[in-house]
């Protein structure tokens, strides 16, 4: 697309939204969906429609007439087309999978009886429109088969991992309990995040981290120098039988948190948050054990557990320091996927709850399958050189 085109595209969008308001929006989507698509074709093709170019690799083949419902009502898009029929456009799938799996969600609590007038409020106000049983049901099978091709793919050689769970309300026997929800994200050599995996289950038990970590090894996972988590006695006890002599790095962001536990005054909870906050910026290991026995002979008298609680769980929020300098920060803490989880919870409070672990897992799934794609085709999180 020429710079002219570009700019008449602008003008031509703006000039619908000056004239019909809100109510152009659904033309507006529809100019800008089509102009993204023939964009990717271009990308595809190597070569924008006629132009002539040694990095030309296929042809145009006309477009495709689809209607495509969405949030705003119904859009009539143009699907470029090529002669090898290999191409489809990322810009009309992306959304759309994590749309689907909501809406199967939510068409499920239907199915199992819930308020039928409030999930199918939800699901017009979210989806823009109803859906059958026969809808939910195609939709379901063929979203299932994608994301479980997605989280059976092999892995390889990954540097870094992290590791983390959150809690999602699912209906299990007659009665609502909380299931946990354990996800993986790794950095690759090139220094690009994606997230490895996502497992479902009814406890964060030792058994389920252990049968997840070790999908992910039987998926080709290795090369790890260094995890990344919180302290949870069933994950630990996991690492420890599936990764023996992997380095295991405590978020310091939970280590501040549950170190407030063991402070005895309110008003001491500040001064301590800032000795553990100064052991963690050390520029080296030496000086961050020089300080922690500082802190833990400081504080020996005043407040005995606190002090016994940081000799012995600080040290294990140290590990950082045998990594080079510029990857201590971004791999000292499982922040990265706490903002995953609040992308999630965003998601998934629309239902509240879900009818099974099956109907949690796929929505989860969808969502993170967007976010790993995204990562892997943006800027690398780390540098590498």
């Known amino acids: 697309m020429t710079h002219n085109e570009e700019n008449s595209l602008k003008v031509n969008i703006l000039e619908l939204l000056a004239r019909e308001g809100l109510g152009g929006m659904n033309e507006a989507v529809r100019i800008l969906m089509n ?11 190597g070569a924008a429609s006629h132009e002539r170019t040694e990095e030309r690799r296929g042809y145009a083949n006309g477009f495709k007439s689809k209607t495509v419902n969405s949030r705003i009502g119904e859009l009539n898009l143009a699907i470029p087309q090529t002669r090898d029929s290999q191409f489809y456009p990322n810009s009309l799938e992306k959304g759309l999978r994590s749309e689907r799996a909501l809406k199967s969600a939510l068409a499920e609590m239907y199915l199992q009886g819930v308020s039928t007038r409030k999930v199918a409020k939800i699901t017009e106000e979210l989806c823009g429109f109803s859906v059958s049983s026969t809808q939910v049901s195609n939709a379901t099978k063929l979203l299932d088969e994608e994301l479980g091709q ?58 389920h981290w252990r049968d997840f970590l070790k999908g992910l090894q039987q998926r080709g996972l290795h090369g790890i120098e260094i995890i990344t988590s919180d302290s949870h006695k069933g994950l630990k006890a996991a690492l420890k039988t599936v990764f023996p002599g992997v380095k ?10 549950n170190a407030q536990s063991y402070v005895p005054r309110q008003d001491m909870k500040s001064d301590v948050a800032q000795e553990i ?9 030496p000086e961050a054990n020089r300080l922690l026995n500082l802190a833990v002979e400081h504080y020996a008298k005043t407040a005995p557990r606190l002090s016994e609680w940081m000799e012995t769980n600080i040290p294990e929020g140290l590990t950082i320091f045998e990594l080079p300098e510029p990857h201590r920060k971004r791999m000292r803490t499982s922040n990265s996927l706490e903002r995953v989880n609040k992308e999630i919870k965003r998601r998934t409070r629309v239902a509240t709850i879900f009818p099974n672990e099956a109907s949690c897992l796929r929505l989860v799934s969808a969502i993170l399958m967007e976010v790993s794609e995204e990562w892997e085709t943006g800027k690398a999180y780390l540098s590498m050189i």
């Open 35 to 45: 102009a993204a698509m023939l964009l990717e074709r271009e990308k595809y093709l």
């Open 150 to 207: 997605w989280r059976n793919r092999p892995l390889g050689c990954f540097k870094y991992l992290i590791l983390d769970a959150r809690y999602e309300k699912v209906r299990h026997g007659g009665s609502v309990i909380d299931c946990a929800v354990l996800i993986a994200i790794g950095i690759d050599t090139s220094g690009h995040r994606q997230v490895l995996g996502v497992s479902v289950s009814l406890s964060e038990a030792e058994v």
């Open 248 to 257: 295991w790095q405590r978020c310091q962001f939970h280590l501040q948190q």
């Open 277 to 285: 906050r100064k052991i963690f910026n050390c520029g080296d290991r």
